[in-house]
Every structure is written in structure tokens, then in C-alpha cells.
Nanobody
């Protein structure tokens, strides 16, 4: 069974940084898939944060995180990361990793990010 596992969430002060990581279960090669990070805050719909293409490494970001967040792949480690800098209280949410391609789509279980002083 294909699984994605996020890690790296936690509590951080405004202006701080966190690095989220998404790892795949054995046999699931992330570089073959379009990878995205989504987030869902309490009482709000899940929203797309960042996407990286399977070929060429092209990236796309929500306007609210442009210039602060960076999505990238580490194919050697078979992971996708989200570097989050200059965090704001409104970035507080559960962050989910998502893979799509080859007639397959998979969500991770999510990791909580809380930005608060």
C-alpha cells in the first residue's frame, strides 16, 4: 500500500522557520509524480500551498506564501520538502503532502504547524 508520511511540523514563533518533509513508502518513487503541499486551517477549506512538477522541477506557489516558502525534491532520499521562512500566525494549519500521476493520487496524514508567540 502506497503511503506518504509528513514530518517536521511543530510550534514556532512568528518570523521563524520550519522544514517539512514528505517521505514515501518503499517502492513508491516520488520523482515520477507531481508533488504538492496543501494546508487546512480550522474551519477553512484545504488550500494548495505549493507544487513541483515531475519533470523539470517547475514550481508554483500560492500568492500568500510566495517569497517565503520553497518546495523542492531530494531524489536521492526520495523525499519532497517545504522550507517555510518568515512564518506568520495565518500559516497555522495542518500541512498535507499530495502525490498525483500514473492514475494514482495519494495523501499523507498531515503534520501540524502552529505559528504563535
Amino acid at each position: 500500500q502506497v503511503q506518504l508520511v509528513e514530518s517536521g511540523g511543530g510550534l514556532v514563533q512568528p518570523g521563524g522557520s520550519l522544514l517539512l518533509s514528505c517521505a514515501a513508502s518503499s517502492g513508491f518513487t516520488l520523482r515520477r509524480y507531481v508533488m504538492s503541499w496543501y494546508r487546512q486551517a480550522p474551519g477553512k477549506e484545504r488550500e494548495l500551498v505549493a507544487t513541483i512538477s515531475s519533470i523539470g522541477g517547475f514550481t508554483n506557489y500560492a500568492d500568500s506564501v510566495k517569497g517565503r516558502f520553497t518546495i523542492s525534491r531530494d531524489n536521492a532520499k526520495n523525499t519532497v520538502t517545504l522550507q517555510m521562512n518568515s512564518l506568520k500566525p495565518e500559516d497555522t494549519a495542518v500541512y498535507y503532502c499530495y502525490a498525483v500521476g500514473d492514475s494514482l493520487s495519494v495523501w499523507g496524514q498531515g503534520t501540524q504547524v502552529t505559528v504563535s508567540s
